[in-house]
């Protein structure tokens, strides 16, 4: 249902991407896309990286007189399989992108819009043709952008009512011209893909966590937990792939710089899940889960190389295990 009337209507201006052949051509459009984000040097490697994940998906390859063309759509096709995109993850901003078929599904808007169209392009994929922006609660490394995405890009938001007020109250989201309420614990539609929506006991307003079922497979989108609540296992444990909050390591909280409130409401009941915590929920987890991308990494109470050392002391080494990053998109994740 349409809300919040007195906003100019917005139009969905769904223009194709700026896209092209051949991997130089590639590459010098992602260092145009990063290259006010990182420096000289680190836009080189993510360039290089980029391609690489680009060209780890299958493409569509055009022969004309003899020639090979990749095809100007072939990063939009990904056959009848789900794939995931960490756009970035941690309190400085989270967003996800899911892709299944042909529904496209963005979680999350704690980065700017800009930020949010180019990384998605370095994939391949238009911000412009995103059917649903799902928020999963107030804080603002959630929510922030929300109303750019809706007004630049034309993309609905679905949000709880709660979730929405507190934010509204909080931060300056400005107007939506096309949300769409739903309520924790409900499950959303489009097409053939759902999301259901779960509960969590973190300290947002009315927050919620999802899991993606598309082409008889389950994605969890898992973050902002509160604590390992009670069926939060289970979940886990029916998942094909999930991204999962791993926050922080207890003893860099104990000794780090965050003042004695911060640190009780990190460890709280209503606060984040700890690296060893994810981990003990990936391992009963058992065989059904493929892959794990780590995520909403402290920057002052964690590390990649910490986070990653306590999971391995907990599964297996064998275990896909991946950390989203608080600074870029990661690859291309196949679900
Ligand atoms: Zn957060
Ligand atoms: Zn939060």
Redesign the pocket.
């Known amino acids: 249902m349409p809300h919040r009337k007195g906003c100019p209507a917005v139009s969905r201006n769904r223009k194709k991407p700026p896209w092209f052949c051949g991997k130089k051509r590639l590459a010098q459009f992602i260092l145009k896309q990063v290259s006010q984000e990182s420096t000289k040097k680190s836009q080189q490697e993510y360039a290089r990286k980029s391609v690489q994940s680009l060209t780890s998906v299958p493409m569509l390859v055009k022969v004309v007189r003899g020639k090979k063309f990749f095809t100007s759509n072939l990063l939009i096709e990904t056959g009848d399989g789900m794939i995931a995109i960490s756009l970035q993850s941690g309190?400085n901003g989270?967003c996800i992108y899911v892709e299944a078929d042909g529904v496209r599904l963005l979680f999350d808007a704690g980065i700017s819009g800009i930020q949010a169209e180019k990384r998605l392009a370095a994939h391949g994929r238009d911000i412009r043709q995103v059917d649903a922006l799902i928020i999963s609660h107030d804080?603002a490394?959630?929510i922030r952008c929300a109303g750019v995405f809706q007004r630049k890009y034309g993309i609905p938001v679905y949000v709880t009512p709660k979730t929405l007020s507190a934010a509204e109250s909080a931060c300056s989201l400005g107007c939506f011209t096309n949300v769409l309420h739903f309520r924790s614990g409900g499950t959303l539609r489009f097409g053939d893909v759902s999301v259901e929506t779960i509960p969590t006991p973190h300290d947002g307003e009315d927050g919620a966590a999802f899991v993606v079922n598309a082409a008889g497979k389950r994605l969890g989108i898992l973050?902002?937990l509160g604590h390992v609540f009670e069926g939060l296992g289970r979940v886990v444990a029916s998942l094909d792939a999930v991204f999962i909050e791993s926050n922080y390591d207890p003893e860099m909280l104990t000794n780090g710089p965050y003042p004695p409130f911060l640190k009780r409401r990190i460890k709280g009941p209503g606060g984040h899940i700890s690296n060893r915590e994810a981990a003990e929920l990936l391992r009963a987890a058992g065989d059904g889960l493929k892959w794990a991308c780590l995520a909403?990494l402290s920057e002052q109470n964690n590390s990649p190389d910490i986070a990653l050392r306590t999971h391995r002391e907990v599964l297996s080494e064998a275990f896909p295990l991946h950390i989203a990053s608080r600074y870029a998109a990661s690859g291309l994740f196949s679900v």
């Open positions: 309190s989270n804080h490394d959630h973050t902002d909403h």
